[in-house]
């Protein structure tokens, strides 16, 4: 086992993404995490609220187990400025406003954090596509990154991944229009290299992929891949599962391979690409851990509940252990039938919100 | 079988029982009142049993507490004891049906729609009730029944209708202008536009905003309690928490313990065992969104600094408020969460209630303190006092008013 002192993010970030198997790696990311409980326990006021309430404070001996340190949900971000650095260090706030009409996230970033955070989408982005810059097709459109000091979460998935293409274009019109004729100019342009597209999981479906293939048309450049992001509650609704989804992006962008990833806001650069069995994985600087929902006690593989992530890149807020809202099972672990070491999981969709109406306002307009 | 709409735009107006054309409402508005009769008349208690009966055999209503609650207050027995108190209300004179009378259901008490209707339906009021444009399937399967009552019961039924539609105010300035009473159960901010909206110059109406509920445990008196006593005290908490996701206005939200701080901590950590267990014995399977409320509401209490502690169970989750006075949340959370606070006396609480407080459902009070409480907390705002598993009985008086005198008239004989 490797001194703990020895190894940090930085370290690890330097490796490749998928090397450890499951035992060595947490012999590495508990303690990082383990150090940033306490970081964040010692500079972030509500965070260590949290901790002393729901968690009888902070443990005195190191953490043995991932399991055991203390976690918060994520919503907690949409409530509550939870920073660990001072104000005057924060250089960017990413923020998600999740579904329509409720408060947004937001998520204080340093340099420090941020850097740590391109890191690793780099190392992760490289394991699957290598170390070349391919010519990059956003299925979005442009004005979502306009403003670049507070992102919002599609913006700052946008930009994250743009820096992995070559002279990026974006593929819609600010009305979502599919803009077939700049997109087939830019191919014939980069005729005969691969291409690299990127887009959001319902935005890809419906205004790239179901729009090409409505109006008969299909793409096609020399291989390339589709990456893609973003929940599947949308699609969920729309009835399409993850294999029609891939042959239909197949068909009409005329990619070889489409890769799906797990990420959010809250925990930007640690994020979870598909496997060889289609799969999420865990890179060695995160993991995923399945907790009932009503006990909060960890689950086994193939149970169902609620998913929670670890990450050792967020330093200038406590988003190192989250509780989401999603439901889902963690299926393996260091099993070779998935290309590589680690654990991965599969994503159920979100928690249903419950309806619950307070006193209520019956007649009252909405507001 | 009513007809339910999907999702009616506002303007359009919908009999969801009995089943009527669209466009119905100006004719049933022009004779309404002229089938308004005599209080208690036997056909009328006739229709309100046949009704019981009905629920009673509707496959998830019977199964359902608050389902089973309303029938077993519509039953026979019961409104014998209703109309007995209403042959009792003072006045030198004859009591009369007000006329038509106009209820504005709520969204958050499904049942509680019917229970407005009857006690006006019982006076001998036409009424026209408007239920909210989301109707619940909890709601969807009482209009079912109150078809097949109003099937069976056509003319003791006639005036009487429920209705839907959107937020629009024509026509509900259609019906205020044709009532004579109008009853509007909350929001507050439902109660404002309703109130900005004119009556007839004779009508009167009588508004129920919104309410909050608390409980008051005495720590002695329940650890001298055995075990039985204790599930016992647990199972009607439940019994109070449980239904419409402690979101009706008597449900408590804050639980007090009065006594010294060891001996409401030892009270409060054996009760939210149990209640747990009686919450579990009501409810079956945990709801996953439910509990996900608990843990994103008590989690920010906590970030917050008003919860000390948080313990997540799977039908409650018990959370330690700093203070006393930060013990109510701001907005209500519900779905089996409770807020615990300890005080020395009675004489602490009525500092930390407003006029919005209803329901002071208790254990362990002694009559002197019950009383004190009465006089204390009512100055600023308490409406009921009633033991822990009562919290939810409906009747005629309701936040500090007589619902027998807002729903008829009283003809001075002398």
């Known amino acids: 086992m490797m001194p703990a002192a020895t190894v940090d993010a930085e370290g690890l970030l330097a490796g490749p993404p998928f090397a450890l198997r499951d035992a060595d790696k947490h012999a590495v990311l508990l303690p990082a995490l383990d150090a940033l409980t306490r970081r964040h326990y010692a500079l972030c006021e509500p965070y260590r609220r949290v901790v002393d309430a729901a968690f009888g404070g902070l443990q005195r001996e190191p953490y043995a187990s991932l399991v055991d340190l203390p976690f918060v949900p994520v919503s907690l971000f949409k409530r509550h400025e939870l920073r660990s650095v001072p104000a005057d260090d924060v250089f960017r706030v990413l923020t998600s406003s999740g579904t329509t009409g409720q408060a947004a996230s937001r998520v204080y970033l340093d340099r420090e954090t941020a850097t740590l955070q391109a890191k690793a989408l780099v190392r992760i982005m490289q394991h699957f596509i290598g170390k070349e810059r391919y010519p990059m097709v956003i299925l979005d459109h442009e004005d979502v990154v306009r403003d670049r000091a507070s992102f919002s979460a599609r913006g700052a998935g946008i930009l994250g991944l743009m820096q992995f293409g070559r002279l990026p274009i974006y593929a819609l019109r600010p009305d979502m229009s599919f803009d077939l004729e700049k997109v087939r100019a830019y191919l014939a342009a980069h005729a005969g290299k691969p291409v690299l597209f990127f887009g959001f999981t319902f935005i890809a479906w419906q205004h790239a992929i179901a729009a090409l293939d409505a109006s008969g048309l299909s793409l096609s450049p020399h291989g390339g891949v589709l990456i893609h992001s973003g929940g599947w509650k949308r699609m969920e609704a729309s009835r399409v599962g993850a294999g029609e989804f891939r042959t239909r992006a197949q068909a009409t962008l005329g990619v070889e391979r489409v890769i799906n990833f797990y990420g959010m806001v809250e925990q930007v650069g640690s994020v979870f690409f598909e496997n060889a069995l289609g799969d999420l994985h865990a890179p060695v600087f995160a993991d995923v851990i399945v907790r009932d929902p009503f006990t909060l006690r960890p689950l086994g593989p193939g149970r169902r509940g609620l998913l929670q992530v670890v990450s050792m890149l967020p330093h200038s807020y406590p988003g190192h252990s989250l509780l989401t809202e999603d439901l889902g099972e963690w299926r393996g672990v260091d099993d070779d039938a998935a290309g590589m070491p680690g654990r991965f999981f599969r994503v159920h969709g979100r928690a249903p919100h419950s309806d619950i109406r307070g006193c209520s306002d019956t007649y009252a307009p909405p507001a | ?414």
Request: proline share 7%; net charge negative.
């Open chain 2, 1 to 414: 079988m009513p007809h339910l709409p999907d999702a009616p735009s506002s303007g359009i107006l919908t009999f969801l029982v009995p089943e009527a054309g669209g466009s119905a409402l100006d004719a049933f508005l022009a004779d309404a009142r002229s089938f308004a009769g005599p209080p208690f008349a036997p056909e009328r208690i006739a229709a309100l049993e046949s009704l019981s009966r009905i629920l009673l055999a509707h496959p998830r209503l019977k199964r359902d507490p608050a389902g089973a609650s309303l029938a077993f207050w519509l039953r026979k027995a019961s409104i014998a004891n209703l109309e007995a108190g209403y042959r009792l209300l003072p006045g030198p004179g004859a009591r009369v049906p007000a006329g038509l009378v106009f209820h504005v259901a709520p969204a958050n008490v499904d049942t509680l729609f019917i229970y407005s209707w009857a006690l006006s339906f019982l006076c001998g009021n036409s009424n026209v009730v408007r239920l909210t444009t989301r109707l619940s399937p909890q709601m969807s399967d009482l209009l079912v029944c109150l078809d097949a009552t109003f099937v069976e019961h056509p003319g003791a039924c006639r005036g009487n209708a429920f209705v839907t539609y959107g937020h629009d105010d024509a026509i509900t300035t259609g019906i205020s202008l044709a009532c004579d009473s109008r009853i509007v159960w909350g929001g507050d901010e439902t109660v404002q536009r309703l109130r900005s909206i004119p009556l007839a110059p004779h009508a009167s109406e009588r508004s129920f905003a919104s309410k909050r509920s608390l409980s008051v445990i005495a720590a002695a008196p329940y650890l001298k309690a055995g075990d039985p006593a204790r599930d016992q005290l647990a199972d009607r908490m439940s019994a109070d928490l449980a239904p419409f996701a402690q979101m009706a206005c008597s449900s408590p939200q804050v639980l007090y313990w009065l006594g010294a701080d060891e001996q409401c901590r030892e009270a409060q950590s054996d009760m939210g065992r149990r209640l747990e267990a009686a919450m579990a014995a009501r409810l079956g399977e945990p709801d996953l969104g439910f509990a996900v409320r608990r843990l994103t509401h008590s989690f920010d209490r906590a970030a917050s600094g008003a919860a000390s502690s948080v313990n997540h169970r799977p039908h409650t989750t018990q959370v330690a408020s700093t203070s006393p006075s930060d013990a109510e949340a701001e907005e209500a959370c519900g779905a089996g969460l409770l807020n615990n606070a300890f005080l020395a006396s009675v004489g602490e609480l009525t500092p930390l209630l407003r006029r919005n407080h209803q329901t002071i459902s208790y254990f362990g009070l002694t009559e002197r303190e019950r009383g004190d409480l009465a006089l204390g907390a009512g100055k600023d705002g308490v409406d009921r006092i009633v033991p822990i598993g009562r919290a939810l009985e409906f009747g005629p008086y309701w936040d500090g008013f007589n619902l027998w005198d807002d729903l008829s008239r009283l003809v001075l004989v002398e």
